[in-house]
């Protein structure tokens, strides 16, 4: 195996709503967003939608230079969460833990669709 190279992530979509920045306790930054990813199959187009979570002074940069509607690239690892709600049932979420994030030249926005044949 090897190693941490395993759990890469590469993707790239559309911001479905701003980023949302808070802070821990300690005063580490943590922003949160949510892209589309849109799959074109067959002529047939699939959406799917991944939340992103990133950390620290990136976290803070990414929050000010994004908004809805921009395309990004995301290069990141994969993280899940697990816990029990106050009913006691066993829930999850993956999610995706962005170390950069990147804006795609406004001119490409419409090119961001995959097709697979």
Do not use: C
Not at 57 to 64: Q, V, Y
Not at 80 to 109: C, F, H, L, M, Y
């Amino acid at each position: 195996m090897r190693g941490d190279d395993l759990n890469n992530v590469e993707i790239k979509g559309q911001l479905v709503r701003d980023p949302e920045l808070k802070y821990t306790g300690n005063g580490t930054a943590v922003m949160t967003l949510s892209i589309a990813y849109k799959l074109i199959r067959r002529e047939k187009e699939k959406v799917f939608y991944f939340d992103v979570v990133q950390f620290g002074p990136s976290a803070e940069d990414s929050a000010e230079r994004l908004h809805k509607g921009m395309v990004v690239e995301i290069y990141g690892r994969l993280e899940q969460d697990r816990w029990t709600d106050r009913e006691g049932n066993s829930r999850s979420r993956v999610q995706i833990a962005a170390k950069d994030i990147e804006p795609v030249d406004s001119g490409r926005v419409a090119e961001y669709a995959e097709e697979e044949g």
